[in-house]
């Protein structure tokens, strides 16, 4: 079924079969996955620039979380930018996975779950694991490799880092290729949809590119560098490889640190900021001022994220810490 809106031309479908779309073009599609409360359906929007030749299919995909903006635009201008006459293989970009909480202008999906721990999914669950079934079995499906765009929560900010497996060998090398800070290993049991994609032999990564609810420009940018490394690696596309003007600090490991009290929170760190063992990360307040406690890096690690929300309760997030690999 093909539909006419405004200022442009989309076909609406239940199940994208990447290679049902004509070579040479980029076509546009509304992939049916759930109906509302009212019988409407949701509707995800997925773009397909596909080569005139055969090759791989890169998959991207952004706002799995509501609140996750940036990774919108990479996938926007990359397609506005797409060589056709030397395009080899597949593009495919999600613009935005969670559509609901998008427009919600929430975080997690309308139950109250955060999506990207249920992938994937269940194909007779509950509301958001049935979401997340059908976004896997309707479109992950599809890929041969995934690039999954995140940004920090609420309350937080990211440097620009990876999580991957280096473990394996390509997916470490699609990691290296985004030129990022810092790159964390990660092997993803964890319901997310890298995860789910890695189950289905799908070489994938996850991109955290800056902070949540905003459009930033610089981040923007590297991330489609990062993404025109891939294509040129998988020689999807001619082009040399952009390298990166400082070599990403590779972490065995990365957890976050958390509050055992609550109050008015400060979080000196900046970001990718090295912390030694024992020195003062954080300090708490209470709301006449006094200093509550201090709290110290329990080891040595780079400043991965951080808290920037100064209302802070018992059990809250200070300061995501990345633990070096010295090999």
């Known amino acids: 079924m093909v539909s006419f809106f405004k200022d442009?031309?989309?076909?609406?479908?239940?199940?994208?079969?990447?290679?049902?779309?004509?070579?040479?073009?980029?076509?546009?599609?509304?992939?049916?996955?759930?109906?509302?409360?009212?019988?409407?359906?949701?509707?995800v929007p997925v773009l397909i620039a596909r080569g005139k030749k055969d090759g791989p299919?890169?998959?991207?995909?952004?706002?799995?979380?509501?609140?996750?903006?940036?990774?919108?635009?990479?996938?926007?201008?990359?397609?506005?930018?797409?060589?056709?006459?030397?395009?080899?293989?597949?593009?495919?970009?999600?613009?935005?996975?969670?559509?609901?909480?998008?427009l919600l202008k929430k975080r997690r999906f309308t139950d109250n779950t955060d999506l990207n721990h249920v992938?994937?999914?269940?194909?007779?669950?509950?509301?958001?694991?049935?979401?997340?079934?059908?976004?896997?079995?309707?479109?992950?499906?599809?890929?041969?490799?995934?690039?999954?765009l995140h940004t920090a929560s609420f309350g937080r900010i990211n440097s620009f880092y990876i999580r991957a497996d280096m473990n394996d060998p390509e997916t470490a090398k699609l990691?290296?290729?985004?030129?990022a800070q810092i790159i964390v290993h990660n092997t993803a049991r964890d319901g997310t949809l890298r995860g789910a994609a890695g189950e289905?032999?799908?070489?994938?990564?996850?991109?955290?590119?800056?902070?949540?609810?905003?459009?930033?420009?610089?981040?923007?940018q590297q991330g489609q560098t990062g993404v025109q490394n891939v294509m040129y690696y998988l020689d999807m596309l001619p082009g040399k490889v952009?390298?990166?003007?400082?070599?990403?600090?590779?972490?065995?490991?990365?957890?976050?640190?958390?509050?055992?009290?609550?109050?008015?929170?400060?979080?000196?760190?900046?970001?990718?900021?090295?912390?030694?063992k024992d020195q003062v990360i954080a300090s708490m307040r209470n709301i006449f001022g006094d200093l509550i406690t201090d709290y110290k890096a329990p080891q040595d690690g780079i400043v991965i994220g951080k808290s920037i929300n100064p209302i802070n309760q018992t059990g809250g997030r200070i300061l995501h810490l990345g633990i070096f690999d010295k090999a």
């Open 119 to 148: 992938f994937p999914g269940v194909q007779n669950g509950n509301t958001s694991q049935v979401y997340a079934y059908r976004i896997v079995d309707r479109i992950i499906n599809e890929f041969d490799y995934l690039l999954d």
């Open 57 to 102: 299919v890169l998959g991207l995909t952004a706002a799995v979380h509501g609140n996750e903006l940036n990774g919108i635009p990479i996938i926007q201008e990359l397609f506005k930018e797409i060589d056709f006459e030397n395009l080899r293989g597949t593009l495919v970009g999600v613009p935005v996975v969670n559509v609901p909480s998008l």
């Open 242 to 276: 952009s390298p990166a003007e400082k070599k990403a600090i590779l972490c065995k490991e990365s957890y976050w640190l958390y509050t055992n009290t609550g109050g008015i929170l400060h979080v000196p760190p900046t970001l990718t900021e090295v912390v030694q």
């Open 175 to 179: 990691a290296e290729l985004q030129n």
């Open 200 to 220: 289905l032999g799908i070489k994938a990564i996850t991109l955290e590119v800056g902070d949540p609810n905003r459009f930033q420009k610089t981040m923007i």
């Open 8 to 43: 442009y031309e989309v076909e609406i479908v239940k199940n994208l079969r990447v290679h049902d779309a004509p070579k040479g073009t980029i076509t546009r599609y509304f992939v049916q996955l759930v109906k509302d409360g009212m019988g409407m359906p949701t509707f």
